[in-house]
C-alpha cells in the first residue's frame, strides 16, 4: 500500500482506535498484567540536561537489563532507589540520572508465536490498513527522558499510535542540511543515524524542523527517509508503530547490503570488534556472504523490474475512516531553545587517546564511502554494466 501523493510532509490523525480494548492503560498496569511477568530487555542510558544531550547515546553505548513491565512502573513512581530492593532489576539506576526504553519489541517474536491477546488487541483498519494488526506491529515503552537518537528508517513508510503518555518528535526532510551529519557506524541495516555533537550545532539553528508532541490517541504519519528524533515526555509512555513496505524497498536492500559489505569487510580485515562498529543486536557476516545476497537481490530485482500500472497502484493508496480527522503538520526554524547546551562538561566516547591517526582518517574514509551519494553512485554503476 501507498501513502496520499499528498502526504508528503509528517501528518497527525485523530480519531483513530488502534488499541481495540476497553480497559485502561493510562498508569500502565494493565499492560503488566497482560505481560504477566514476561522479562523485557530495557536498554538503560543517562538523561541529559540539554534535548540533543552532551553527546549521542547510540544502542551499543547503553546498558541492557532484563526486567518485567511491573518492575519498571515500580521504578518509574519512585521517589527514591532505596526504597527498591537489591535485588531489583533497576536499583542501581536512579530515575532521575537514567532514562529506560523497551523498544523495536515486534511482537510475535516477542511472544513468540502470533497467538498473544496482546497481538488481537491492535487493529489498523480505522487508518485504512484494513488486514494490519498486531501481527505486523511494534511496540515501545518507555520512561522520561528515554528517546531513540536522530536517525531515518532505511525502508518503508511508519505510522506511530501514541497509547499513553507523551513523545515529543523532531522530524527533518530527506534533504535538510542536517543530513551531512549521517554516519554509517555504528552500522544499523534498518536505521541510518545522524552523529550530532553540541559544538557543530550552532550552524543548523535556521534549518526547518517538524516540532510535535503526539498526545494519547494521536498517530503519526512518517514519510519515507524523514529524519526523526524522539524524546519520552511522561514518566511512562506506551506506543505502538507499523511500518509499510514501499515499492522501491527492493533497491533499499541492495543498497544497504553494499554499505554492509563496506562496513564489515573493513572490520573483518582490520580485526575491529563489533561493539565499536555495529549497533546492538546487529551481527558480523562474512563478505562471501555478503555477495551471495547482494547477487540475490540484484537478481531479483532485475526480474521485477515491470511496474504496475497506475491505474492498479492507485487501487492500493491507503485511505482513512471518514471519522478520522488529518493534520497536515508545518515546520518551524529549529532555533536555540531546542540547540541549548548544558553548562555540564561534554563527554564524549568517541576519540580516545590511544586510538591512531591510521584508525581516524579509516573511519574518515568508511564514511564517505558509505555516504548517501557515494552508494547511490556505486549502485547506478552496478546496474549500468
Request: with cysteine; charged share 20%; hydrophobic share 35%.
Amino acid at each position: 500500500m501507498i501513502a496520499e501523493t499528498h502526504w508528503n510532509v509528517p501528518y497527525i490523525f485523530k480519531g483513530a482506535t488502534i488499541i481495540r480494548d476497553r480497559n485502561s492503560w493510562t498508569d500502565g498496569k494493565y499492560l503488566a498484567d497482560i505481560f504477566n511477568q514476561k522479562l523485557l530487555s530495557f536498554r538503560i542510558g543517562k538523561r541529559q540536561k540539554s534535548f540533543f544531550g552532551d553527546r549521542v547515546q547510540f544502542e551499543k553505548d547503553c546498558i541492557h537489563i532484563q526486567s518485567t513491565v511491573d518492575s519498571f512502573l515500580s521504578w518509574t513512581t519512585s521517589t527514591d532507589n532505596d526504597s527498591l530492593s537489591n535485588n531489583h532489576p533497576f536499583s542501581q539506576y536512579p530515575n532521575k540520572e537514567y532514562f529506560a526504553y523497551a523498544d523495536y519489541m515486534h511482537l510475535p517474536e516477542l511472544f513468540g508465536n502470533d497467538q498473544h491477546p496482546l497481538i488481537d488487541m491492535i487493529n489498523w483498519s480505522d487508518m485504512g490498513l484494513k488486514d494490519r494488526c498486531g501481527k505486523e506491529s511494534t511496540l515501545w515503552i518507555g520512561s522520561q527522558g528515554s528517546h531513540t537518537p536522530c536517525h531515518y528508517d532505511t525502508y518503508g513508510i511508519n505510522f506511530v499510535a501514541q497509547i499513553v503518555g507523551r513523545k515529543r518528535w523532531l522530524l527533518f526532510p530527506p534533504d535538510s542540511p542536517i543530513s551531512q551529519l549521517q554516519t554509517r557506524i555504528p552500522y544499523e541495516e534498518s536505521s541510518v543515524y545522524l552523529d550530532i555533537e553540541p559544538m557543530i550545532l550552532d550552524k543548523f539553528h535556521n534549518i526547518d524542523v517538524y516540532d510535535i508532541t503526539l498526545e494519547p490517541g494521536d498517530v503519526l504519519f512518517v514519510p519515507k527517509h524523514w529524519w526523526h528524533f524522539v524524546s519520552s515526555i511522561d514518566s511512562i509512555t506506551i506506543s505502538v508503530n507499523s511500518w509499510l513496505k514501499q515499492p522501491n524497498d527492493n533497491v533499499e536492500q541492495i543498497k544497504e547490503m553494499l554499505v554492509r559489505q563496506i562496513i564489515t569487510s573493513t572490520m573483518i580485515s582490520h580485526d575491529y570488534s563489533s561493539d565499536q562498529w555495529l549497533n546492538h543486536n546487529e551481527v558480523v557476516t562474512d563478505p562471501v556472504t555478503n555477495l551471495t545476497i547482494l547477487s540475490s537481490l540484484m537478481i531479483n530485482s532485475e526480474s521485477t523490474e515491470v511496474k504496475e500500472p497506475l491505474s492498479k497502484r492507485s487501487r492500493n493508496v491507503i485511505t482513512p475512516a471518514s471519522y478520522v480527522c488529518e493534520q497536515r503538520l508545518t515546520s518551524t526554524l529549529l532555533g536555540n531553545s531546542i540547540l541549548s547546551h548544558s553548562n555540564q562538561p561534554t563527554t564524549t566516547n568517541n576519540m580516545s587517546s590511544d586510538v591512531s591517526d591510521n584508525d581516524i582518517l579509516l573511519k574518515r574514509l568508511v564514511k564517505a564511502m558509505t555516504a548517501r551519494d557515494t552508494i547511490d553512485l556505486i549502485y547506478n554503476k552496478l546496474f549500468s554494466i
